[in-house]
């Protein structure tokens, strides 16, 4: 057994309004400079739809993410060495800016400057790309407020995918209309597909804490990871021929300190904190031959913090007592192994993600009120979550690989916390038949429900720092943790990283030969630079 530590998440997608707070601060702080125009490390969807980029999840078409080979290894679903290799200069499974979306921008100029007249001016949409007059058609959530509108059967892979899988489709009906929100950052899986995919071995996972992040020095744009990452959370930056991706705002986290995202949520749905895992069973549990049965093989890699052996094998790998602690204390851990109320995002892709989600429950309620009985009565709510307006085998086909039983049992759970506390609220005696039948007991849903519904700041965010010498030291740059410099990581020149000794700034190439730049012939001649 070797223990790792994982700093994971977990949303509540019950508290999602959709603000896209989250992806506005993490846009301003990563990406709001030139050559990333289009990328949101942090984006929020809307359910049913196409996703971010578009139809993101159809893996025929993208082939992100592992598959088993007919001897039931691990492969990357984009081909070997080989494959990559012959494709190496042309992908040809890499999104184009119209399976993101052309970024615009608008002409303000011509409020502020247009000349006194009848017709009020205009600002106009323009590429900020190219600054050319842009035609608005496609945006990262264009999906907004149209789930389940008539026209879009085909459009959601997941929807298509539910109808072959159950012989089912959803009813494209506006009585039956749903829609929730899924925000989405990198995973940062145990068994990530695109640190596999990179020829160069920039893409890296580390040690200390399993945040995937890219070594801008030594990325040299071949661009498989954005390929070979199912979830297409790893962008080009075509300003700098570097790939780039959500770094889980690792300066905050070593100084103890949640993410952006996390940190500036107006619902509170997001929870932080460390999970320990046997890291020498990993391959072994992605390998499973039935994709049903991902999610509790994934389960089974998490180890107890609380098991004397568990701890004593952690602090022989390194891992010191702080995150032991911190892995006790986890809020993430409660909600994924204890309560078992969240799922992670399309385990079939056998990368083991370590971003969680605790499905969406609410339309229940108002859908057993507006029959005309108790919305909340325990009884009710059970037998109503079969007949969802948010169907079950949809968010099966997200969140379990089409395996509706656990879907079911973490509803049922909420559902049972929901009819408990109710009770209690109301100076009630509860039944005990409730949490029971929902496989709990009182004990367990009071602590469910602090969790989720009155969980403090130091409760919802459990994270160790660095070391306890240099947390007040790394403050400083968790405060300004971005990437928003002229010369950032791996641009080098001024403002970035000291270029090595021999290296060449390509951005600033002025068309000479530098010595290095080129490996010398046989015969002693360099090679032309034209």
């Given at each position: 057994?070797?223990?790792m530590?994982?700093?994971a998440?977990?949303?509540?997608?019950?508290?999602?309004?959709?603000?896209?707070?989250?992806?506005?601060?993490?846009?301003?702080?990563?990406?709001?400079?030139?050559?990333?125009?289009?990328?949101?490390?942090?984006?929020?969807?809307?359910?049913?739809g196409?996703?971010?980029?578009?139809?993101?999840?159809?893996?025929?078409?993208?082939?992100?993410?592992?598959?088993?080979?007919?001897r039931?290894?691990?492969?990357?679903?984009?081909?070997?060495?080989?494959r990559?290799?012959?494709?190496?200069?042309a992908?040809?499974?890499?999104?184009?800016?119209?399976?993101?979306?052309?970024?615009w921008?608008?002409d303000?100029?011509?409020?502020?400057?247009?000349?006194?007249?009848?017709?009020?001016?205009?600002?106009r949409?323009?590429?900020?790309?190219?600054?050319?007059?842009?035609?608005?058609?496609?945006?990262?959530?264009?999906?907004?407020?149209?789930?389940?509108?008539?026209?879009?059967?085909?459009?959601?892979?997941?929807?298509?995918?539910?109808?072959?899988?159950?012989?089912?489709?959803i009813?494209?009906?506006?009585?039956?209309?749903f829609?929730?929100?899924?925000?989405?950052?990198?995973?940062?899986?145990?068994?990530?597909?695109?640190?596999?995919?990179?020829?160069?071995?920039?893409?890296?996972?580390?040690?200390?804490?399993?945040?995937?992040?890219?070594?801008?020095?030594?990325?040299?744009?071949?661009?498989?990871c954005?390929?070979?990452?199912?979830?297409?959370?790893?962008?080009f930056?075509h300003?700098?021929?570097?790939?780039?991706?959500?770094?889980?705002?690792?300066?905050?986290?070593?100084?103890?300190?949640?993410?952006?995202?996390?940190?500036?949520?107006?619902?509170?749905?997001?929870?932080?904190?460390?999970?320990?895992?046997d890291?020498?069973?990993?391959?072994?549990?992605?390998?499973?031959?039935?994709?049903?049965d991902?999610?509790?093989?994934?389960l089974?890699?998490?180890?107890d913090?609380?098991?004397?052996?568990?701890?004593?094998?952690?602090?022989?790998?390194?891992i010191?007592?702080?995150?032991?602690?911190?892995?006790?204390?986890?809020?993430?851990?409660?909600?994924?192994?204890?309560?078992?109320?969240?799922?992670?995002?399309?385990?079939?892709?056998?990368?083991?993600?370590?971003?969680?989600?605790?499905?969406?429950?609410?339309?229940?309620?108002?859908?057993?009120?507006?029959?005309?009985?108790?919305?909340?009565?325990?009884?009710?709510?059970?037998?109503?979550?079969?007949?969802?307006?948010?169907?079950?085998?949809?968010?099966?086909?997200?969140?379990?690989?089409?395996?509706?039983?656990?879907?079911?049992?973490?509803?049922?759970?909420?559902?049972?916390?929901?009819?408990?506390?109710?009770?209690?609220n109301?100076?009630?005696?509860?039944?005990?038949?409730?949490?029971?039948?929902?496989?709990?007991?009182?004990?367990?849903?009071?602590?469910?429900?602090?969790?989720?519904?009155?969980?403090?700041y130091?409760e919802?965010?459990?994270?160790?720092?660095?070391?306890?010498?240099?947390?007040?030291?790394?403050?400083?740059?968790?405060?300004?943790?971005?990437?928003?410099?002229?010369?950032?990581?791996?641009?080098?020149?001024?403002?970035?990283?000291p270029?090595?000794p021999?290296?060449?700034?390509?951005?600033?190439?002025?068309?000479?030969?530098?010595?290095?730049?080129?490996?010398?012939?046989?015969?002693?001649?360099g090679?032309?630079?034209?």
């Amino acid at each position: 057994m070797r223990v790792m530590a994982q700093i994971a998440m977990v949303m509540n997608l019950d508290k999602c309004i959709g603000c896209h707070t989250c992806s506005v601060t993490c846009k301003q702080t990563w990406t709001n400079r030139s050559g990333v125009e289009y990328a949101w490390f942090n984006n929020v969807e809307t359910r049913p739809g196409q996703g971010y980029p578009r139809r993101y999840e159809d893996q025929e078409r993208w082939r992100g993410g592992w598959e088993l080979d007919r001897r039931g290894r691990l492969r990357p679903r984009g081909g070997g060495r080989l494959r990559r290799l012959a494709g190496i200069f042309a992908n040809p499974d890499l999104p184009g800016i119209d399976d993101y979306y052309e970024p615009w921008t608008y002409d303000y100029r011509t409020l502020t400057e247009a000349p006194l007249g009848e017709e009020p001016p205009v600002a106009r949409p323009v590429s900020a790309l190219t600054g050319a007059p842009a035609d608005v058609s496609w945006g990262p959530n264009w999906d907004d407020d149209l789930g389940g509108a008539p026209g879009n059967e085909d459009l959601d892979p997941m929807a298509v995918r539910m109808r072959e899988r159950v012989g089912r489709g959803i009813a494209y009906e506006f009585e039956r209309s749903f829609m929730f929100y899924l925000p989405r950052i990198c995973e940062h899986c145990l068994n990530p597909s695109c640190v596999a995919s990179c020829p160069s071995g920039a893409m890296y996972k580390r040690v200390e804490d399993g945040i995937v992040l890219v070594d801008q020095d030594g990325c040299r744009g071949w661009r498989m990871c954005v390929s070979g990452c199912p979830y297409k959370k790893v962008y080009f930056n075509h300003r700098t021929g570097k790939a780039e991706k959500c770094t889980f705002c690792y300066p905050r986290i070593e100084a103890g300190e949640p993410t952006i995202c996390s940190e500036t949520c107006v619902g509170r749905l997001r929870y932080l904190g460390v999970l320990l895992y046997d890291a020498d069973r990993v391959a072994e549990a992605a390998s499973v031959p039935e994709e049903k049965d991902l999610y509790p093989a994934q389960l089974d890699l998490f180890l107890d913090p609380g098991d004397p052996g568990v701890a004593a094998a952690a602090e022989r790998s390194g891992i010191g007592r702080e995150w032991i602690e911190a892995a006790r204390r986890s809020p993430v851990r409660d909600l994924i192994v204890r309560h078992r109320v969240a799922l992670p995002l399309h385990p079939e892709y056998r990368t083991m993600p370590m971003v969680w989600y605790v499905p969406p429950l609410s339309p229940v309620v108002e859908a057993v009120a507006e029959s005309g009985h108790d919305g909340e009565d325990a009884g009710n709510l059970f037998g109503a979550i079969d007949a969802l307006r948010i169907p079950v085998d949809y968010l099966a086909e997200l969140f379990t690989a089409g395996d509706p039983a656990p879907v079911e049992a973490a509803l049922r759970r909420l559902a049972a916390m929901r009819s408990h506390m109710r009770s209690v609220n109301l100076g009630e005696d509860p039944d005990p038949e409730v949490p029971a039948a929902a496989g709990m007991d009182a004990a367990q849903v009071r602590d469910l429900y602090r969790l989720l519904a009155l969980a403090k700041y130091e409760e919802r965010y459990v994270i160790p720092t660095a070391g306890v010498g240099t947390a007040h030291d790394l403050e400083s740059i968790a405060t300004s943790c971005s990437l928003d410099t002229d010369g950032g990581p791996g641009m080098g020149g001024p403002g970035g990283a000291p270029l090595k000794p021999g290296a060449t700034d390509l951005l600033t190439w002025s068309g000479d030969r530098p010595e290095g730049l080129f490996p010398p012939r046989r015969g002693g001649e360099g090679r032309s630079a034209r």
